[in-house]
């Protein structure tokens, strides 16, 4: 299985807004209502949302290609795109998006070491993540990277509110 990871360009919005749509619904339909899920969609990947978000300088995309396929994708904010103020010293993973077909392969594991570069270039002191508190599979994933939870905070999937809890690594 040969993989590569790539930054991900205003060219490919069309490609973000449809591996997004794909892995959140595989990930959350079954615990979501369609009309809830579906005004989430709608507002979450909005193509002038993505854009605006592909073209912010503090946020960064990266396509995972899995045999010239994208499998699925990584976003890393810092400074003032982070979507909680956390300080210049922290880097934000806002999503580890895979294809179902595709996990468990270790593409999570991957695209997080990409995190860990990127904040070691930029010196950041720590990395941290919003993770839904349902998410089992995830909490396991990131506890088992170091990530410890320091708080919480509410999160819509369409009008219903849910808990993310706020994860953080402290680095060395």
Request: aromatic share 12%.
């Amino acid at each position: 299985m040969a993989t590569m990871l790539t930054a991900c360009t205003l060219n490919e919005i069309h490609e973000l807004q449809a591996i997004s749509t794909i892995t959140f619904t595989e990930t959350f339909k079954d615990q979501n209502s369609p009309e809830h899920l579906q005004a989430y969609l709608d507002k979450a990947y909005d193509l002038d949302k993505l854009e605006k978000e592909l073209t912010t300088p503090s946020s960064h995309f990266y396509f995972m290609y899995v045999d010239q396929q994208v499998a699925g994708y990584l976003k890393l904010n810092t400074d003032a795109a982070q979507t909680e103020p956390m300080g210049s010293d922290s880097l934000e993973v806002e999503r580890i998006y895979i294809k179902k077909a595709f996990q468990r392969h270790g593409l999570g594991k991957q695209l997080l070491n990409k995190a860990f570069e990127m904040a070691a270039e930029q010196g950041k002191k720590r990395i941290w993540l919003g993770v839904w508190e349902e998410n089992a599979n995830a909490i396991a994933f990131y506890r088992k990277k170091g990530f410890v939870q320091t708080g919480s905070h509410s999160f819509y999937m369409g009008d219903d509110e849910q808990v993310d809890l706020i994860m953080v690594k402290t680095l060395q």
